[in-house]
Structures are given as structure tokens and as C-alpha cells.
């Protein structure tokens, strides 16, 4: 399994829809008085996840869901079964395609979800929560269980060792969401929750703008157009190398027997081995 393969259509995804779904005239969406927290559903054709996958509201706030992928919707959770659909219709999305957008008014700060009503992809992990339970002194909360979680997975072993060594360098990033309590989530979504928290990793890490000194993810607009700039940048680049290496004549093999060249560099020697 190549985690760098896994995770990179994640991290590089192209948030072109999700930021035309933003500019859209959305004044017919109910809107609460507070703050706006905008979540992405799907980050790419294909990558079942939320970004992010939780956000902390307060009553009065908006939780804005906004498509950059085709086929999928959006349904509020009647208690914290994952993947049990409330009763109330303006609860659900119906299934769409992006750009899109789709909102909920928080009305109390008990802990809510939110899955993607498509057949199967709640299993597979495109799920999540608004105000999520947290405790780090409880023994259920995900950093202090990820290790036990995973001790029978090596691919989620490698993943979360990979995701540690993307975001040595930024504790924010590292730690956010380590303190969700998995003890009031059923046992088959464990996994899955702490495999979206390190995607959420994953993403902060290439984004680290996006996250705020509070911890909370800012996902809208402006955030996005600084994402698509950075990747039509990377993008760019990635063409200008690609052009360099296609024109640059290619290197000469030393004879068979023939000891590695050694090139003088600024005082510095280097071999060019074969």
C-alpha cells in the first residue's frame, strides 16, 4: 500500500467547485446569526471524507456543506448511531452534484452528526460531527485509544506513522481533534474516526493556513481561493520541471568497470553513481 498514493488526491485536490458553490447567490439557504463553518463533502471524486471532519458551533451558528465532488448528500443523524437518518426532512440534502450547498442551523451544543446519505459511503467513513464529545482526561479519547485501535492494522499503523512524520513540524496540526471521546460512538466507527482526524491531519499540514490559532478550520472563500492559488502554483512548477527534464539531453552511462564519476561542486565532491 503506497500512503503517499492514498493520501495525495486528498491533499492536492482541486477545490475549483466547492469554491464556485461559495460565490453562488446562496441567500435562499437558512442561516443562522452566528458564525458560518463551512465543511467540504468530498474533497475529490472518489475521497469519501468531510473536511473538516468536526467543528466546534455555538448555538445560532451555520454549518455550511459545500459539494466539490458528484453523487453524493448530506443527512443530519437522529442520535449517535452514525449512518441512522433523522426523521426530519429539512435535515437532509438529497443527493447532488457540485457545486452545491446545503446548510444547518446549530440549535443546542449537544453533539451532532452528519453523514453522506449515498448507499455504503457512511461505512466506509464519510461521516462527522459537529461539537463532538471531548475529554482529554478520559481514557476513550482518540489519541490516548489510537495505538490499541490500530495495533492489528498494519496499513493504519503505517498511515498514522506517515501522517506523524507529514506534521512533526506543526503541533496545531498534529493534535487537532486528539482529544474527540470515542465512548459514546459505536465501536465499528473508532477506526474510521481516528483515520479522519489523520486526514485532517494530512490536510492541515498542506494547508496551514487554513488553521486557526483557536483550532478551528477556516474553510471559507477567501481559504479556498489561497488553496486553488497554491496548487495552480505547485501545478506550474511541476509543468516547468517536467519541461526542463524532457529537454535536458539524457546522461551518459560510464562504461561498464569504470569507477563512479566524481564532479567538483563549490569544494564539495559527488559521485554519480549508476
Not at 65 to 90: G, M, P, R, T, Y
Not at 239 to 259: L, V
Given at each position: 500500500m503506497r500512503l503517499s498514493a492514498l493520501l495525495s488526491p486528498f491533499l492536492l485536490a482541486s477545490f475549483a467547485a466547492a469554491a464556485a458553490a461559495l460565490t453562488k447567490d446562496n441567500s435562499n439557504l437558512s442561516k443562522g446569526t452566528g458564525a458560518t463553518h463551512t465543511v467540504i463533502v468530498a474533497p475529490a471524486q472518489g475521497v469519501l471524507r468531510?473536511?473538516?471532519?468536526?467543528?466546534?458551533?455555538?448555538?445560532?451558528?451555520?454549518?455550511?456543506?459545500?459539494?466539490?465532488?458528484?453523487?453524493?448528500?448530506?443527512?443530519?443523524?437522529?442520535?449517535?448511531?452514525?449512518?441512522?437518518?433523522?426523521?426530519?426532512?429539512?435535515?437532509?440534502?438529497?443527493?447532488?452534484?457540485?457545486?452545491?450547498?446545503f446548510t444547518q442551523v446549530v440549535n443546542?451544543?449537544?453533539?451532532?452528526?452528519?453523514?453522506?446519505?449515498?448507499?455504503?459511503?457512511?461505512?466506509?467513513g464519510i461521516f462527522g460531527i459537529v461539537n463532538p464529545p471531548s475529554g482529554y482526561m478520559l481514557s476513550t479519547f482518540a489519541a490516548q485509544t489510537m495505538g490499541f485501535a490500530f495495533s492489528n492494522s498494519p496499513d493504519k499503523t503505517a498511515m498514522?506513522?506517515?501522517?506523524?512524520?507529514?506534521?512533526s513540524s506543526n503541533d496545531k496540526a498534529a493534535t487537532w481533534g486528539q482529544n474527540?471521546?470515542?465512548?459514546?460512538?459505536?465501536?465499528?466507527?473508532?477506526?474510521?474516526?481516528?483515520?479522519?482526524i489523520m486526514y485532517t491531519h494530512s490536510f492541515l499540514r498542506a494547508?496551514?493556513?487554513?488553521?486557526?490559532?483557536?483550532?478551528?478550520?477556516?474553510?471559507?472563500?477567501?481559504?479556498?481561493?489561497?488553496?486553488?492559488?497554491?496548487?495552480?502554483?505547485?501545478?506550474?512548477?511541476?509543468?516547468?520541471?517536467?519541461?526542463?527534464?524532457?529537454?535536458?539531453?539524457?546522461?551518459?552511462?560510464?562504461?561498464?568497470?569504470?569507477?563512479?564519476?566524481?564532479?567538483?561542486?563549490g569544494g564539495a565532491a559527488s559521485a554519480d553513481l549508476e
Open positions: 468531510f473536511v473538516p471532519f468536526a467543528v466546534n458551533a455555538s448555538v445560532g451558528d451555520t454549518v455550511l456543506f459545500v459539494w466539490n465532488a458528484n453523487n453524493h448528500a448530506v443527512s443530519k443523524v437522529s442520535s449517535l448511531e452514525i449512518c441512522n437518518k433523522a426523521s426530519d426532512a429539512l435535515s437532509a440534502s438529497g443527493e447532488h452534484d457540485a457545486p452545491f450547498t443546542d451544543t449537544n453533539p451532532m452528526l452528519f453523514y453522506a446519505g449515498t448507499p455504503s459511503n457512511c461505512q466506509k498514522a506513522a506517515y501522517t506523524n512524520t507529514l506534521t474527540i471521546d470515542l465512548a459514546a460512538l459505536p465501536g465499528w466507527s473508532h477506526a474510521l474516526v481516528m483515520e479522519n494547508n496551514p493556513g487554513t488553521l486557526k490559532d483557536d483550532g478551528s478550520v477556516d474553510l471559507s472563500s477567501n481559504a479556498l481561493d489561497m488553496i486553488l492559488r497554491r496548487a495552480a502554483s505547485s501545478s506550474t512548477l511541476s509543468a516547468r520541471a517536467a519541461t526542463r527534464a524532457a529537454a535536458s539531453p539524457p546522461s551518459s552511462a560510464s562504461p561498464k568497470g569504470d569507477a563512479p564519476r566524481r564532479k567538483s561542486n
